[in-house]
């Protein structure tokens, strides 16, 4: 899969990029599902033992890029089940790697998974589409009570112009930068996917398991919107963020 990166014009361009804020976005680990669960459209997961192996590699991977003596951790979490394993089993491995983390796993809710109807899951199965969910999602015409793309939009859209509030009006404790880890589901990568790499909604084009997409915040300042510097796949690209309008944007090259 070929990324294509994009860049935000500045009058700051040449100045390195130094972010005021930190963000680690981690889908969860590999669930599996009950019968109760598939019929009703309420999906909670348990990790699998694939999925907690996942996850305990990816902390290994994420605890050495922390930098133990300046930065603490702050895990922000979806509410379901599998996310908050994988958060229990990150939280578990900083403390064995002597990261420094608050405690609290902060449960947010718009983090969560896409709110879906039994109807719409029996049309997706009658569909065939099940291995492509999000792009039937993406284009289907939804049933009341499966929440709509521009909704989920709205929601990440929300977890940015809080940590970017963050970035303004905290002040380091102890000297540390805090560094958030934000634990959630395939669906909430989507739009920052598509306006930062163009991806679109296609199978496999979101996050695998465990898998992350990193976010440095360089926050906004008078008459200059934020900087949100992306990376994920080895790639970096920078968007927009209006704090006003509340949302992330893809500036056009002139």
Known sequence: ???KESKIERKEDKIPFEADLKVDFIRHGKPEYTDKERKSAKFEGNLTEEGINQIR???LKLAGRIDKDKELVVF?????TRARQTAEIIYDIFQEQGIPVIR???TIRSLSDVKISPDFLEDLLKSGAIGRWMEYWAEADLSEGTEKPEE???RIERVITYLERIARSTAPAEDKKLHFICIGHEEIFRDLLEEGYSLGTKNSTGPNYGEVMSMGIRKSEQEQDAVLELRYKGQKTELGFNKEERRFYREKSS
Do not use: H, I, Q, T
């Open 57 to 59: 590699g990816e902390a």
């Open 76 to 80: 922000w979490v979806s509410p379901r």
């Open 104 to 106: 609290d796993l902060k």
């Open 1 to 3: 899969m070929e990324l």
């Open 152 to 154: 989920v939009k709205k």
